[in-house]
């Protein structure tokens, strides 16, 4: 996962919310001037904190922040952070980022960022850690990023396991060339039962937009087949041994 990110989201949280001191307490500043405007928040309460502040130049851009922890009646506890920039003409970016424990025992980290600018592009990152108060793990990653005219890529996987011993994993891709139209896709999962079954299947596509699409499908345990679609034609499903 982006960790890089996580580190970064959670020490702005608890930079941000160990500025909120009192034991109850609530504020917000505002200040406008003829180049521009900035304020800013904090607050504390029985279960939690947060500030955060956010400033921004006319016609220039905008930046801003915020992040808080919590720690519920029961156990639990959370922390959280976000930041977010923007400047005409340069594109904008967003980063955010949380852990926390449930009153269980479970825990979860995340971070993710996503970023658009006229000369690169957009893209995506972000990833999720979690463990079950019994046992089970969950992990995630996203991975994408796109180019008007040039194209771009997708990148996304998952693996879990149950405290039962079942597990279960995929992963997706998608790989674009804008200027020819053609592509290629990958999709796949596997699952594992407690009792040791397995399932799943391997799916392979490739197509070229506004023509049609060849995909292949192998499948654990069960025939494997392809279909076949040109524009103008009827789909054909072809089995294979």
């Known amino acids: ?30 200040f406008v001037g003829q180049n521009g405007a900035a304020g800013s928040f904090a607050q504390q309460g029985q279960y939690g904190k947060r500030a955060g502040f956010r400033a921004g130049g006319f016609g220039r851009g905008a930046v801003s922040a915020q992040g808080g922890s919590y720690a519920g009646p029961n156990g639990g506890s959370g922390r959280r952070a976000g930041f977010n920039a923007y400047k005409p003409g340069q594109g904008g970016v967003h980063v955010s980022g949380s852990e926390g424990n449930t009153a269980a025992g479970g825990s979860w980290r995340r971070g993710g960022a996503t970023g658009y600018s006229p000369q690169n592009g957009a893209f995506h990152k972000s990833g999720v850690e979690a463990t079950g108060a019994n046992g089970g793990t969950f992990n995630r ?5 796109y180019k008007a005219g040039q194209g771009g890529y997708t990148n996304n996987s998952f693996n879990a396991t149950g405290a039962n011993g079942a597990s279960a994993n995929g992963y997706k891709t998608n790989n674009y060339d804008a200027a020819s139209g053609s592509g290629t896709k990958t999709k796949g999962r596997s699952y594992t039962s407690a009792s040791g079954e397995s399932y799943g299947y391997d799916k392979s596509t490739s197509y070229t937009k506004g023509e049609g699409f060849t995909t292949t499908v192998d499948r654990q345990n069960q025939p494997d087949y392809t279909v076949d679609w040109q524009k103008g034609s009827k789909p054909v499903y072809t089995p294979m041994p």
């Open 1 to 30: 996962m982006n960790r890089r990110v996580l580190i970064a989201s959670a020490a702005l949280s608890f930079f941000i919310a160990s500025q909120v001191a009192d034991p109850a307490f609530a504020g917000r500043r505002r």
């Open 141 to 145: 990653m996203a991975d994408s990023q």
